[in-house]
């Protein structure tokens, strides 16, 4: 694996960060404000600004591989801008590059048909519309997507869509246009990785309803939010199952991959930041006769977060390298563990920087306390740490041991 990006990547790592110098972080502490007087769930005016300014200077869909529709970075390439993005929670949405739309623009350029890609991918490459990925359920143990109880019923020429789902990211927003759903359209297939099937739901359509949006830790998420939904009788034409039917796993694993990567290589900026933070507060400030880098154990967190930061960036890296050389399904043992390791070193590593901060570093004075909050839920998302590490365990005990 070759360390040294190539001169492009260094061009666009410079131009997003310098983006980010000029015009991000001088936003960062007054961007609920611009939310709150939006309305809340409206993307405010002042993102609608950045984003053309990113656009124009040809900072955009930089996450997505076929040149067709980005960038044509690789997984390896694209990592260091993720990093850089990830220093701010809303940062990639100001390149088009936020989830859950990149999961779902990534499922449409690989798995949707040509009218599905011309009604939903090519304004989302845009950013015309947002998206929403629904495939979560309060009712049963979705780390087993095989639990899933969302109905999808094939009636004559349409699709009849019944269930109960929450953290359906980003459907609040009021730019939302698509869901995509994952439900069972074989429930009694004695496969049960053939059950499931997904399909594209006009965020109108009749049936569909917002129940609650519930908080994390205090944060709402907007203007994305991620809600509790329900499906009643909610009815789309057969034309927009994805794939078919029985190949929602198969597009699940497609989708999750990438995406879990892309999670992985913001959290670490975010823990990069945090680190910088750190040492800038360490040495700005004094406790019982000396700067607070001067004591030992101080020392000893910083020491140690650099440690852990350079250690999951080299295997989110890894992971990214192995799934250009050789597939996402070859890669998924660095995929899962990258997935354990980066959000947990990133909430501990958030962690020390807030207590170094003192009383300040649990306000929206500083960027830690949401930072944190999304680092330790993505310890949920996109499947629990335990499922990882049961599935890479399954893994090498085949590998090893058969």
């Given at each position: ?27 960062e502490h ?56 990830g ?82 990211s ?7 246009r ?98 910088e ?11 019982f ?25 080299l ?80 893994q ?7």
């Amino acid at each position: 694996m070759n360390f040294e990006f190539p001169d492009k990547v260094k061009d666009l790592q410079a131009r997003v960060a310098a983006f980010m110098d000029e015009h991000v972080y001088p936003l960062e502490h007054e961007y609920d404000r611009h939310v709150a007087e939006a309305g809340g769930w409206t993307t405010p005016p002042v993102l609608d600004d950045l984003k053309e300014k990113a656009r124009a200077e040809g900072l955009w869909n930089l996450f997505m591989p076929d040149e067709r529709y980005g960038a044509g970075l690789t997984n390896l390439e694209y990592a260091p801008l993720a990093e850089i993005m990830g220093r701010v929670e809303w940062a990639p949405e100001v390149f088009n590059c936020s989830a859950p739309d990149t999961g779902n623009m990534e499922t449409l350029a690989r798995y949707a048909g040509d009218e599905q890609k011309k009604q939903w991918l090519e304004p989302l490459l845009a950013g015309e519309i947002r998206s929403c990925f629904s495939m979560t359920e309060p009712a049963v143990a979705s780390s087993d997507a095989t639990n899933i109880e969302c109905r999808i019923t094939r009636d004559g020429e349409d699709y009849v869509i019944n269930g109960r789902k929450w953290f359906s990211s980003g459907f609040a927003n009021e730019r939302c246009r698509l869901v995509i759903v994952m439900g069972k359209t074989a429930p009694d297939d004695p496969d049960r990785y053939r059950q499931q099937s997904m399909i594209l739901v006009p965020k109108d359509a009749p049936g569909l309803r917002l129940e609650r949006n519930p908080t994390t830790f205090g944060y709402s998420g907007a203007p994305g939010g991620h809600p509790e939904i329900v499906f009643e009788d909610v009815r789309v034409p057969a034309s927009n199952i994805l794939l078919g039917e029985g190949r929602g796993f198969e597009i699940a694993q497609g989708r999750l991959g990438p995406g879990r990567i892309h999670h992985c290589m913001r959290f670490i900026g975010s823990a990069q930041r945090a680190l910088e933070l750190m040492c800038q507060r360490a040495e700005s400030r004094s406790a019982f006769g000396m700067k607070l880098s001067e004591h030992g154990s101080l020392r000893e967190d910083i020491a140690r977060s650099f440690c852990e930061i350079e250690q999951a960036r080299l295997l989110t890296l890894r992971a990214a390298d192995k799934m250009d050389r050789e597939g996402n399904k070859a890669a998924r043992d660095l995929i899962a563990a990258a997935k354990i390791v980066v959000p947990k070193m990133a909430t501990e590593v958030i962690d020390r920087a807030m207590q170094v901060h003192g009383a300040k570093g649990f306000t929206e004075d500083t960027f830690l306390p949401r930072a944190w909050t999304w680092a330790r839920y993505i310890r949920v998302g996109d499947g629990p740490d335990q499922v990882h590490m049961s599935s890479l365990a399954r893994q090498l005990l085949r590998r090893y041991a058969g």
